[in-house]
């Protein structure tokens, strides 16, 4: 007879399955390189012949106890590209193209800490948050510098020189770049970009990531779903 599971057993298989989940989501993107939010999970699951209510969808995220089918499991699986297994086991493999986007995910959420300590702390505790963000700082270039020399570019490390980097005003979570380009290398880059079912800035932010030894979405072919392009 299988043994019933108590009721922390069942919490910590929440909780795993919510960080599985929200790996998947900060590494996958859709067709038109946008990342999946509910409305988009909901009709690409309903397409597989699952219904996923934003209820459920919000517990999964959070790892809130409840009693999940495999069939919304695999719904989840098949959309985000990956095997069932690997929601469905503790065990199960790291799925390829979410490995590849493991350095980009961690400096995405090291910067998210950031953003976050900034809030809390901006007027609070000015020194502390000086403090927190030098450590921040100095994490995330750690990761970068892990990425760019990881074996995808050659092993002989080359300092960087010039100015510091000063943090810029945010638009969200992100950077505002503002310039001027000549309409043919404007038509060039819509062309390409749409070759990779990027935006505009996503096919910048992608250049720029590529030319620092990131992975992006310009080294893989056009596949569906498909790693999310640097942010």
Not at 139 to 146: H, K, L, P
Not at 162 to 185: H, I, M, N, T, W
Not at 216 to 231: F, I, V, Y
Request: contains cysteine; glycine residues 6%; aromatic residues 4%.
């Amino acid at each position: 007879m299988k043994r019933k599971l108590t009721e922390g057993e069942k919490l910590r298989r929440a909780q795993i399955l919510a960080r599985k989940i929200n790996l998947l989501l900060d590494a996958i993107v859709d067709q038109g390189g946008r990342p999946y939010d509910y409305p988009a999970i909901e009709a690409a699951a309903e397409k597989t012949g699952y219904f996923i209510s934003r209820t459920r969808w919000s517990m999964l995220k959070n790892g809130q106890l409840q009693v999940v089918p495999d069939a919304c499991l695999c719904a989840i699986a098949t959309v985000l590209g990956v095997d069932p297994e690997y929601l469905l086991r503790e065990d199960a493999k790291l799925p390829p193209q979410v490995e590849v986007m493991l350095p980009q995910v961690r400096i995405k959420r090291l910067y998210e800490v950031r953003d976050f300590a900034t809030k809390a702390l901006g007027r609070l505790d000015p020194e502390g948050l000086r403090a927190i963000t030098t450590i921040l700082d100095q994490a995330v270039q750690r990761r970068i510098d892990a990425a760019r020399f990881s074996g995808r570019v050659a092993g002989t490390r080359q300092q960087d020189e010039g100015p510091s980097y000063a943090s810029p005003k945010l638009d969200g979570r992100r950077v505002a770049l503002r310039g001027r380009v000549l309409p043919a290398q404007h038509a060039r880059a819509t062309t390409q970009a749409a070759r990779h079912g990027l935006s505009l800035s996503e096919y910048l932010a992608a250049l720029i990531d590529r030319d620092s030894g990131l992975p992006t979405r310009l080294d893989q072919g056009p596949e569906a779903p498909t790693p999310r392009a640097s942010s």
